[in-house]
């Protein structure tokens, strides 16, 4: 075939495809067309203004921009007809197409008002937010003015009074008030009026209550006997020894006539004559030792003839015999050391940051000796003998802290009790609230040897607990030396400032709870979770 015929049957054969395509498109359903204008209106700018008017150029404006609009809208509209059209019960169709018609509904020309001049102010600045003000009522002590007797953060001097009255009300009942009768102007018959003189002494008594009532802590405390509402008869021959009062030579004052002294004393309260269940024998309590007090007095200065009154007998032996012969760092008043260092937003602060680690080893330390029904209260206080396992626990008491020290810390944080033989003020006298054992903790920590911040710093240590651990670890000797070297002695001047010194003693706390017996290297991690606590002490309060 030559190329013309070839182009011919191409030709032909591209004609026949046509005619079958436009036969296969006859076969199919009418499609439906858009009904152009179904939704349609004229736009606004072909209605002319009248004549000699002319658009405003605002409203010709708003006029282009609603046509606009509304052409869009009709479109959609026009769209979803078109779409109902080739099937009328589809529900989303329906929808489409009701919107649509409510938007083109809704069209509405206007003419936006023109917008005044927006008025511009100079930024504000903020004034910075004033921190307030640090008040002891609402630091980690608040709870302590329910606790005490005091119904206040110190045993104010009301509360000492209540105190005072009640133990010298049960030596008059032992009959303190005749031997002072008896004794006064050697029981002259113009001697003067007995309850005079008994109110002389009680005057003396009272000027120096606070000295009177440290004394027979500290020698109660610090004796044998683990009972240190009592003084034994060990601890009253060394407080007569500290003050001078024993001497070979005296005809009233011989080691012999203190022994009778307390032995007389001890015995006054036989027969029922005072209210007093929990007096233990063979030792003196408060009330007790207000007696002997008055009577070693009569021993020194009434029966050589010295002085013929027993109140002024009793001052000058408080002024000239007991106050000098006492150390003043050691018997330093309670409140005088919450006032100077426990009571203070930085301890605050300090305290605050470790209290949950501290509330747990608290609750802990409640349980060390068990749980019992009898007790009551008692169960969530910490006893002496709790606190002792404590202080071996932690390892408290080292080479920088001695026993002594440490029950020091737990006598002189209690807050003063006015009966001490009534139930619950035993519980009070024999117990630690949780702010108690806050401030026998910081008694001890102002004792303790810590290093600087400078030693922290070069050893890389996160804190003091994860330095002293590690250095015992490490190099041996020079934790002990840091322990010979560091330690202060009660009452003296702390080497660091206190909220130093309680921030490096709860560290210390926290860090040997974490690490347990372990030996490896610590970092610190804190606070404590109550599964550390359990753990650690459970697994050294029998060692």
Not at 68 to 73: E, G, I, L, S
Not at 317 to 346: C, G, W
Request: glycine residues 6%.
């Amino acid at each position: 075939m030559n190329p013309d015929e070839i182009a011919a049957q191409a030709q032909a054969e591209k004609l026949a495809q046509k005619q079958r395509v436009a036969e296969q498109r006859g076969q199919r359903p009418q499609r439906l067309q858009k009904k152009r204008g179904a939704h349609a209106r004229q736009p606004l700018r072909t209605e002319e203004p009248p004549k000699g008017c002319k658009y405003p150029p605002r409203a010709g404006d708003a006029a282009d921009a609603f046509d606009r609009q509304h052409a869009r809208r009709w479109d959609r509209a026009e769209n979803a007809l078109f779409s109902l059209g080739r099937d009328r019960t589809h529900l989303g169709m329906q929808d489409a197409y009701q919107v649509a018609v409510m938007e083109l509904a809704m069209s509405r020309f206007s003419v936006p008002s023109e917008i005044a001049g927006v008025e511009r102010f100079a930024k504000r600045e903020r004034a910075a937010k004033v921190k307030k003000p640090w008040k002891l009522i609402d630091s980690i002590w608040k709870p302590r003015v329910k606790w005490a007797d005091s119904k206040d953060f110190w045993d104010t001097e009301e509360l000492e009074r209540k105190v005072f009255d009640c133990d010298w009300a049960r030596s008059m009942q032992c009959g303190i008030g005749r031997y002072i009768y008896r004794m006064d102007d050697k029981g002259a018959p113009d001697g003067g009026d007995d309850d005079d003189e008994v109110d002389e002494v009680v005057d003396a008594l009272w000027e120096f209550h606070d000295l009177v009532y440290l004394i027979f802590d500290y020698y109660a405390a610090t004796g044998a006997s683990d009972d240190f509402t009592h003084m034994t008869m060990n601890s009253f021959m060394q407080f007569a020894t500290d003050c001078g009062f024993v001497d070979k030579n005296s005809q009233f004052c011989k080691t012999t006539h203190f022994d009778q002294l307390f032995i007389s004393v001890d015995s006054s309260g036989i027969g029922g004559k005072t209210d007093e269940k929990f007096n233990r024998k063979k030792a003196l309590n408060r009330q007790e030792f207000l007696q002997c007090l008055v009577k070693i007095s009569v021993m020194r200065y009434v029966q050589p003839g010295l002085i013929i009154d027993v109140s002024e007998a009793t001052h000058r032996m408080l002024v000239q015999d007991i106050e000098p012969s006492l150390d003043p760092t050691i018997f330093l008043e309670a409140n005088e050391f919450r006032t100077k260092h426990t009571y203070t937003e930085e301890v605050d602060d300090v305290l605050r940051k470790h209290e949950v680690s501290l509330r747990l080893i608290y609750e802990r330390a409640c349980k060390l000796r068990g749980t019992a029904a009898s007790k009551g209260i008692a169960n969530k206080l910490v006893s002496f003998d709790c606190w002792k396992d404590v202080s071996r626990i932690f390892t408290i008491v080292a080479d920088d802290l001695t026993e002594r020290d440490c029950t020091l810390a737990f006598v002189w944080s209690r807050m003063r009790v006015i009966d001490e033989q009534s139930d619950i003020g035993r519980i009070k006298l024999t117990h630690l609230s949780f702010e108690d054992f806050l401030e026998a903790l910081c008694r001890c920590s102002v004792c303790k040897a810590w290093p600087t911040r400078e030693e922290m710093e070069a050893a890389e240590s996160a804190n003091a607990g994860v330095h002293l651990l590690n250095l015992q670890r490490d190099d041996p000797v020079a934790y002990d030396k840091l322990l010979e070297e560091r330690n202060v002695a009660w009452g003296a001047t702390p080497r660091q400032r206190v909220s130093y010194c309680v921030e490096h003693f709860c560290s210390y706390l926290i860090a040997i709870c974490q690490l347990g017996k372990g030996d490896a290297p610590y970092n610190g991690v804190g606070p404590l979770t109550e599964k550390e606590v359990n753990a650690f002490m459970r697994a050294t309060e029998g060692s």
